[in-house]
Structures are given as C-alpha cells and as structure tokens.
C-alpha cells in the first residue's frame, strides 16, 4: 500500500514527466491488496486501471508499473502502446491477465468467458482438476450500468461460472456523481440475478476486505459457481491525470473521502516502526523512477508488429477434389467442416442462437453437432450477441478453441463494441502475447425477400476494423477449406457465409455446389482464384453472389471476360488482382452491398492507383442502390440488387469504352 501511494505521489510530482493519461489506485489500496494477495497463479484476472495496487499485490515491481506508464519500449505488457495499468502478463508465478480494453464494464464478457472456458475445460477432462482455477474481474461501479455487464451476469448465473466480480465503488464516474448515475448500487443490482451470491464490504478497512475476498476466492474455487463482492472505498486522488478532482468536486466530499483513508486507518491498528517501512517504500519509488524514466523509447520500426499472430496455413493443401466424391451443397460443406474439427480438436466448441440440439441453426448449418457431440460443446445462448462475440476473447486466452455464430448479418452490431474494443486490438496491445483465436460465423446477403433485418452485407463495416480476418466463399469447396483455415488462425476471424448459396436454391447459384472436398483440405486466406479466363477483354472482380451474377453475365460475351473470385476480403490477394487488370485494361469490381463509400469502391481506388499505367478505361463499380435497408417486396427488392442483366449492360459499356 505505501509503494503504491508513493507512486501516486511521484507521478503528481512529476505531470510533465507523466505526460500520458493515467489513474491511480489512491483510497482503493485495501481491497486492492486483499484481492491480489490471495490469487494464485493458476487463476485469471481481469483488471481495471485503477488497480495498480492489486498489480504491486500480486507480485508486479513499481518499475515494471512504470515502464507501462511512460510508454517505453520494455514495457513487458504492450511495448509501449497502451495505457498505464492496463497489463497482460502469462508469467509462470503470477496469476494470468489477458488483454483487456479500457475496462469502463467492456472487460466483463471476457472475463466471464474465461470462466466460461475453464468451466469447459473442467467438465471435458482437459484440465487439472487439482487447481480448481477461479476468475477475478474488477471494475469500478460506474461501469456497472453498460448493459454487456448484464449479459455477463446473466450468462455467469445461467451456467454457474465460476468468477468473482469485484466491484470497487468510490460514488464517482468521473464527474458523475452515483446519485446522478443509479438506482442503486451493485450489491443491490446483484440481487436481481438469481444464483449470484454477494458480498458487501468496507474496501478502506483491510482487515474486512481479506476476510471478504478470502470467502469469496474460496467459495468460488469450492462451488464453482459466480459471486459479486461490493467494495465502498474513497476516492482519494484524481479521476485521471487529466480530469482534476478539484474540477468538480467539493472540499466537503474531498474531505469525507480523506476520512476513509485505508492507509491511515491501517496504519493506525499496526505496531512497530511503520515510519521505516514508509521511508523505505518512498526509496524504492524514487529509485524505481528514475531507472524507468532513462530506459528507451520503443524502436518506430516495431510499430507494426503483433498485428496478428503468424498463422501455420501457408499454403493449400489437401484434397480439393477427391476421386469418387460427392457434390454437396455449402451449408452442408461448412457443417461438415466444423464436424471435422470438432472430431480432430476436443478444446473446440460451438455456440450461438439456435445452434443447439433442438433446431442446429435455421439454415440447419449446425444441424446434429449437439447429438453428435454433446450439450456441453454444442449450445444455445440467448439473444446476447455482444457476449457471443466478446466471451471468445476469454474463451481463447484460457485455451478453448470458439466457433461462434450471429444468426444474421443484420444482428452483428451489439457485438461491434467487443469485436472492436476487445478482439480486434487483443494481439497488437499485447505485444502478441494474447491473439484471439475465434472464428465467428455471420449468413448474410439479401434473396427472395428476407426483408430489411434479414438480408445486409456486412463486409465494409467490419473491414474498417483492423486486426481482424474476413472470408467470403462463393462456393462449398471454398468455404469448406476457408473454414479450416480460420479455425486453425491464431487469430479473429470472420467467415461471411451468403445465405442464398448455402442451399443453390436462387436461380443461376447451382455451381456454388461442388464436390465436397476431403477432410484434410485447407485453404489458406488471402488466396483469390480465376474461375474464368480470357485472352483479351476485361475483367470481373467479385465475391459471393456476385459471382454468379458476372458468369451469367460474362455468358453474352464469350472469351472477353474473366473473372476473379476473391474468396477472403481481408488479406486480400491483390497480386492476383492488379495482375488480372494489368492484363486487360478495364475492370469492374462487383459487389452486393450499397456501393457508396463501399469496400468495392475502395478497392477500386487502389486499383487505379496501382495499376493506372495499364488501364483502358476507369475503373468501373456496381453494387446495390444506396438505400438503408433491402425492402421485404421481391419487387423492390429486385430493383435494390444488382443481377444478370444489370452486370451484362455494364459489361457491353466497359468493352464498347
């Protein structure tokens, strides 16, 4: 407690120094120092950035603390990236700390899918039973309104997780007071999700927050089922170093808090010389400082690295086209794919909205996985799609191997926030230390009438995320060895499955079955492939149902039009491409989204600007009308969507330029 109240007071010393953003754990020590002190390192813990006292408890030097502080390049959690107090550690003798964002309530889902994970783990036999490993996930109690907090609740009691939330309540959200912010506080909020148990205690007093945390470890590590400990502590220092308690506070409320101060109330029970280990604390905080205020800067040239985690697919192999094979439709390539996997890889699991044994999707994608391989790896979840998303980030970093599914591509947003915030920046702001395996599964594209929440492309908005994957196969082969493919990438990744391919039954898609592929087939992403060739002309460059639409096209004009299929999005093969447009000059990219500000467009650009020497006419684009959403009537409908006919007037306009 006095090293870290020391380097609170170094850091306010020394603002010009401590240039970027940071909050201290001043007035929450206490709680912080009994939670810490009893985590072992077989446990998991979530923290949040007020917890560097929890980080010194559970063995963390000042000076590691500080080298995260000043943002320099040995800061051993993200080399310099990310904020102070936001760690992520696999230390062999300290508890495991994933990656976590700014943990204003978004940490919450992964947490609680890490207890998620070991839960699974437990009950499969892949682990130890004789550590009995729980979940610690802190936050503060203004964070406790985001409603992801209550998904995390929710799905925490419904399977008895087993983790422990810690709330730390100083009655500040900044400036907003917890009179302006609650109807209540989160012991109180806890009583409403029936099977959490809750403990209330004074976080100041450190006697009382042991005894606390030490119950609530144990009962966890016992029980195997999820409690809330409700912590009142004061707010003794600044929101951050950029928003000054003075600011908005009053000398009444700065003065109740000061009461509370857990180390003098602490330092008023012990006996000794107290004084010393206070002189010493205040050494050890001046030495530490100055050591990390000379270490170096990271190096520019590592600004791009940890992106993603190198991926073992390099190349494709397999058996694409087995002798004696059978033609099979893509939903049922894409099922028999994740069957596979799931024989091969035990660590696998697959859950989502109606994925379960009842119904296995309701394009039957999952259909007789729940049968085949029990209840505990195959489930439903409820309408939740920020934790389905966001609890594979815990999922992966405990060693579950996720497949997720978003019913539709419409339903995908609540999950943006945990796609964005969590998954997407996992790797990078972890220095590689924690990518996030997962492959989210996402049907989407418009056809005989799905109507407006039914039938949006997704693509461009989730290729404005970096540090993500995307796949779009137009056919079974292709989203067979993709699927692969994605489940073996350490890292995040999205397969956008078109639901009007999944059974050929729009007019024109038979080609999108194949002959299924062998179960050793792997496709590596970033791999587009010519499905049709032609000497002189122009080309097509498209995906998913596009494909179809160019071929029934490029039908009118034989030998003039080839045509790309660029089957991943993200890493996209532009060698394939600005080769194929090199080759004939005019090019049309296709796609089924609205096309204003679309990927098509943007790809378009880059064509251009790589390939301008070369090119016979501009760049041309064709995508739906920019309208909000795709009308119900099949009518309308129609007129929204490229087709055939359409693709066939672009294509006598670019060949006739």
């Not at 009438?449 to 995320?465: F, Q, R």
Request: glycine share 8%; hydrophobic share 40%.
């Amino acid at each position: 407690m006095c090293l870290a109240r020391n380097m609170a007071a170094k850091y306010e010393a020394n603002r010009a120094i401590c240039k970027y953003v940071h909050s201290t754990s001043a007035g929450h020590e206490a709680i912080q120092v009994a939670a810490g002190l009893q985590m072992l390192p077989s446990d998991y813990v979530s923290p949040y950035y007020r917890d560097d006292c929890m980080m010194l408890a559970m063995g963390f030097t000042p000076y590691t603390l500080m080298l995260q502080l000043l943002a320099k390049g040995e800061d051993v959690f993200s080399g310099g990236r990310s904020y102070y107090c936001h760690p992520c550690s696999r230390d062999a003798d300290k508890p495991v700390i994933p990656h976590q964002s700014s943990a204003t309530g978004m940490q919450v889902i992964p947490a609680t899918g890490m207890a998620q994970g070991l839960q699974y783990l437990e009950n499969a036999g892949l682990a130890d039973d004789a550590l009995r490993p729980v979940v610690l996930c802190s936050l503060g109690d203004g964070s406790v309104t985001e409603g992801e907090v209550s998904e995390a609740l929710q799905f925490a009691v419904l399977k008895k997780l087993p983790i422990i939330y810690l709330v730390q309540d100083n009655d500040w959200g900044i400036s907003v007071s917890a009179a302006e912010a609650r109807a209540m506080d989160a012991y109180e909020y806890a009583a409403g999700f029936k099977g959490l148990e809750r403990i209330r205690v004074d976080g100041s007093d450190f006697e009382a927050a042991w005894h606390a945390m030490g119950s609530a470890i144990r009962y966890v590590r016992a029980e195997r089922a999820p409690i809330l400990v409700h912590a009142t502590v004061p707010l003794l220092g600044h929101h951050t170093s950029g928003v000054r308690k003075e600011w908005y506070r009053t000398e009444e409320d700065l003065q109740k808090h000061a009461a509370r101060d857990p180390l003098v109330l602490l330092k008023n029970r012990l006996h000794g010389d107290v004084n010393k280990i206070e002189e010493e604390a205040a050494a050890e905080i001046d030495l530490a400082f100055e050591m990390a205020c000379v270490s170096p800067d990271p190096e520019p040239a590592t600004v791009k690295d940890h992106v993603f985690a190198p991926t073992p697919v390099k190349a494709e192999t397999g058996t694409r086209v087995p002798e004696n094979g059978a033609k099979v439709v893509m939903v049922d390539a894409a099922l028999h794919a994740i069957e596979e996997i799931m024989q091969q890889y035990p660590e696998s699991i697959l859950f989502g909205q109606d994925v379960g044994r009842r119904l296995g999707g309701v394009f039957r994608e999952a259909a007789t996985l729940a049968e085949k391989f029990g209840d505990h790896r195959v489930y439903n979840t409820a309408i939740q799609e920020a934790y389905i998303i966001g609890s594979t980030a815990g999922l992966s970093a405990v060693g579950v191997k996720p497949i997720v599914e978003v019913q539709f591509g419409d339903y995908i947003y609540p999950g943006f926030n945990q796609l964005v915030s969590e998954i997407s920046k996992s790797c990078y702001l972890s220095a590689g230390k924690f990518p996030v395996q997962t492959l989210i599964r996402v049907p989407v594209g418009a056809y005989g009438g799905g109507g407006p929440y039914h039938s949006g492309c997704v693509e461009t908005t989730l290729l404005s995320i970096k540090g993500i994957k995307i796949a779009y196969p137009s056919n079974a082969a292709d989203l067979k060895g993709l699927m692969k493919a994605a489940f073996l990438d350490p890292n995040p990744v999205v397969m956008l499955e078109h639901k009007g391919l999944y059974w050929s039954k729009v007019p024109g898609t038979l080609e999108a079955m194949t002959i299924e592929p062998a179960a050793d087939y792997i496709l590596p992403f970033g791999k587009g492939r010519i499905i049709q060739e032609a000497a002189e002309g122009m080309c097509i460059i498209t995906y998913g149902m596009g494909v179809y639409w160019a071929k029934a096209a490029a039908a009118n004009f034989p030998g003039r039009v080839e045509i790309v299929d660029l089957r991943s999005l993200y890493p996209l093969d532009e060698a394939l491409v600005f080769d194929t447009v090199r080759k004939h000059g005019k090019c049309l990219v296709l796609t089924e989204e609205q096309l204003n500000n679309s990927f098509a467009q943007s790809l378009a650009a880059r064509i251009s600007e790589a390939c301008f020497r070369f090119l016979d006419a501009p760049v041309q684009t064709m995508g739906a009308m920019d309208l909000p959403a795709v009308p119900l009537n099949t009518a309308l409908e129609k007129e929204m969507l490229p087709n055939a006919e359409k693709v066939t007037e672009k294509i006598r306009k670019l060949l006739a330029y």
